[in-house]
């Protein structure tokens, strides 16, 4: 039994870098690289903190009650993801496979889970419960940024899948929590 479990695991993960490889080969070409390393650039902060500036200029006092949930939830989101980061220590496809380019420098050493993908997701959760007139932008935007995390060489689909996961399940009880 544990023979079988170990074989399909590894075929997993030999499947999840072919597809790695895949994705990161578009990164050889310029525009590709070029456009996905801004696409994670602004995933560092700079695309959520320009709409979290939006809230209470549009919404006023209550526009800022909304920021700061949205900025406590970003909190949470960060201390679970430095938690993981430390506990799971998974090394990023760039250093386990010679084929994977590095093409954007890399926030840490470890690659589970994408921080990126869970402060996206989490914040696409927000955006679109307080400004749901611009939800189909932030969730394109999301779209691309956790793509980029491949085609960038800086994380596997599972470490994508993850963060997307656990952005969204602490965003959504942030929201549940708060009309309680």
Not at 91 to 115: H, K, M, T, V, W
Not at 143 to 150: D, I, P, Y
Request: with cysteine; net charge positive.
């Amino acid at each position: 039994m544990q023979a079988k479990l170990h074989q399909i695991l590894s075929r997993a993960d030999h499947l999840e870098t072919r597809l790695c490889i895949l994705l990161n080969s578009s990164s050889r070409k310029t525009a590709v690289r070029l456009f996905f390393r801004a696409i994670s650039r602004m995933g560092d902060g700079v695309l959520w903190y320009s709409l979290g500036a939006l809230l209470p200029y549009l919404y006023g006092m209550q526009g800022l009650y909304q920021l700061i949930h949205i900025m406590l939830t970003a909190l949470v989101v960060l201390m679970v993801y430095k938690f993981l980061k430390q506990k799971l220590v998974r090394e990023r496809p760039f250093i386990n496979c010679d084929i994977i380019q590095q093409a954007a420098p890399a926030l840490d050493r470890y690659s589970f889970p994408s921080g990126h993908t869970m402060h996206a997701f989490s914040f696409s959760i927000m955006f679109s419960i307080y400004l749901p007139q611009i939800a189909y932008l932030v969730w394109g935007f999301t779209s691309l940024v956790a793509l980029s995390r491949v085609i960038l060489g800086l994380h596997y689909p599972t470490d994508v899948f993850a963060g997307a996961l656990l952005g969204s399940i602490l965003a959504l009880s942030s929201v549940v929590l708060i009309t309680l």
